[in-house]
């Protein structure tokens, strides 16, 4: 069985109700009325289990997270407006001043800004490296550093890492691992895998038609007995491990991040992201299917085609081991000129041409003069956008028509 199937009868099981209103109902209140004093002060200090406020947590998004923390093995999860939202919250109720984050992978561009533009304005450095860097990653690592920050799928570089090797570097250490699985929900297990946190933008596959803005970050459970997070590293977490157990990271995240910052889930958005999840099996199912059969009927035609299913690509050994249901809905081709690509994306019948990812439509873009278009030359290269490069998010689509579209396309 593949890792959808199991999740094709747990998401529409638990989402929908076997009481009263089948469809989740949207709790669109801001605040919440606690009746008598002696409630509200027990809602306060965490003996009474009912809403607070909505920027600390709210029914329909309650259900969100419950539903995606058991989906990857957390012990609770919170949801947040944005994916950058989930990694603001999860990085920066771990942080402070002169501490270090260690990034591998990809990148996506909003993450490396955040990394390189705004956390280094804090005092907080980042070291980037490549997924086969694993000496470089494990030499770089001092008593500062609390992060190791990883995305599943290099977007747009295709690379793969070997998320096992890089868990085992993070826990001999002692340091987090925190993945960005955006791009792999389902087909890769963070959690299983030795992470310790895993963020993501549900505005991508999770919602799946670009009708919720969302994120969200999940936590491991503490244990009991020894626990690399019960160290001076970490020694902010004393507290909330003392009070709140197994539950000590959630408790940080919530008090740290979501109550100061406020990057808060609304209840609409919540909703929209639960009816999403609902099909993201099904979803998924087909589309690391169609990415395969494009990626492979381009590359025969004779475009540059990067996708780690290819056996010229440099992780198609990994890809065929640990990626064995899918990287994602993303394969990019290089055009070779600014000048060819947008030549092929104004031909397209088929792309829409925008900055999202993982929809229901085929969505296509042109990288250098978008997302990384204030870029300098030395990052590009780092992040592998080169002049031509268009990525493509393959959508539900038949995918004999998106090649017919693309052959024609490339005229
Ligand atoms: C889109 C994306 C984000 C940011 O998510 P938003 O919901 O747009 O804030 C983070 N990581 C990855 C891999 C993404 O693709």
Redesign the pocket.
Known sequence: MNNFEEYCTKFVQSVGNKEGSVSPVVTNSAAFAYGTSEIGEGIFDGSVKKPLYSRMGNPTTSRLESILAEMDGGVGAIATS??????TLATMSLLQSNDEIISIG?L?G??YAYFNETLSRFGIKTHFFDVDEFNEIENSINEKTKIIFL?SVG?PNMRLPDIKRIASIANKTGVILMI?N??TPLSIKPIELGADIV?Y????IIAGNASA???CAIFRAINDGEDKLKSPRYAFLNKFIKKMGKMALVANGKKRALRDFGMSAGANASYQTLLGLETLPLRMDRIIKSVEIVAKELDRVGLNINHPCLPNHPHHNRYKSDFSNGCGTLLTIDMGTKEAAFKFLNNSKMAFITA???DSRTLALHMASTIYNDFDKEQMKFLGITDGLIRVSIGLENPIDIIEDFIQARG
């Open positions: 944005s994916g950058m939202g989930a990694t990809g996506f909003g993450t995305e977007n960005d955006t791009i963020v933008s549900t505005t991508k803005l969302g994120g999202n990812i993982g």
